[in-house]
C-alpha cells in the first residue's frame, strides 16, 4: 500500500538553528498538509498546500514556517530558527482531490530543540 | 476546536465489541464523519469515514444516526492491540484541515 515517507525519523538542533523536515507525499495526491504533536497534547494542524501555494494556515504557522514543494515529489517544512517549543513531533500527510478524501499520514520526524 | 466531543476513555474485554461514540451535534450537511486512530506516537491512521449512511470495511463499523448528530465506531472484536486513542472528526470540504480532539483512549482488557 503506497505510504507517506516522512525524513528524519529524528532531528536534534540548537535553538535558533533552521531545520528542514522532508516529506514524500503518495505520488497521485494533491493536497499536502503538516500538523505536529506536542509530548502528551493533541495534534495541531499548521498548514494545507494545494497547487503549489498555501491553501489553509493555523495561528502557530507563523513567519519562521514556511513550506515548499521544490519539485514533483517532496514537499519540505521550514523552520527558520528554531525554539524550545518547537519541540514536537511533526507529521506530514496528503491526500487525492475530492469532497470525502481521507488523510493519509506519515510516521513523523521528532524534533528536539535544545 | 474540534466540533466532535468524546470520552476520555472506554474499557473494553478482548473479543467483544468496542462500541467508541462520538457527538458532533453541529454537524452540518456537507460534513463528514471521519475515524482515526494513533498507535503510541506514531502518525494517525485512518479507519473510516462516513455521510450518512451506516459503512463497513474491513477494520471497523462506523453507525451514524438518522439526524447525523452522534455516531458510533464499531471495533467487532477488540484485541489489545487496539488499545490506543480514537478520534473522531468532521470534516466539510476538501483542502480543509482536520481538527483533532484528545480522542478516546480505549484499552482493550484480556
Known amino acids: 500500500e503506497p505510504e507517506v515517507t516522512q525524513t528524519p525519523s529524528h532531528q536534534v538542533t540548537q535553538m535558533g538553528q533552521e531545520v528542514i523536515l522532508r516529506c514524500v507525499p503518495i505520488s497521485n495526491h494533491l493536497y499536502f498538509y503538516w500538523y505536529r504533536q506536542i509530548l502528551g497534547q493533541k495534534v495541531e494542524f499548521l498548514v494545507s498546500f494545494y497547487n503549489n501555494e498555501i491553501s489553509e494556515k493555523s495561528e502557530i504557522f507563523d513567519d519562521q514556517f514556511s513550506v515548499e514543494r521544490p519539485d514533483g515529489s517532496n514537499f519540505t517544512l521550514k523552520i527558520r530558527s528554531t525554539k524550545l517549543e518547537d519541540s514536537a513531533m511533526y507529521f506530514c500527510?496528503?491526500?487525492?482531490?475530492?469532497?470525502?478524501?481521507?488523510?493519509?499520514f506519515g510516521s513523523g520526524t521528532q524534533l528536539s530543540v535544545l | 476546536d474540534a466540533k466532535t466531543t468524546q470520552p476520555t476513555s472506554m474499557d473494553c474485554a478482548e473479543g467483544r465489541a468496542a462500541n467508541l461514540p462520538c457527538n458532533h451535534s453541529t454537524i452540518s450537511g456537507n460534513e463528514y464523519v471521519y475515524w482515526y486512530r494513533q498507535i503510541h506516537s506514531q502518525g494517525p491512521q485512518y479507519i473510516i469515514h462516513g455521510l450518512k449512511n451506516n459503512e463497513t470495511n474491513e477494520m471497523a463499523s462506523l453507525i451514524i444516526t438518522e439526524d447525523r448528530k452522534s455516531s458510533t465506531l464499531i471495533l467487532p472484536h477488540a484485541t489489545l492491540r487496539d488499545t490506543t486513542v480514537y478520534y473522531c472528526i468532521v470534516r466539510a470540504f476538501y483542502g480543509q484541515n482536520f481538527v483533532f480532539g484528545p480522542g478516546t483512549r480505549l484499552s482493550v482488557l484480556p
Open positions: 500527510a496528503s491526500s487525492e482531490e475530492g469532497a470525502s478524501e481521507k488523510l493519509f
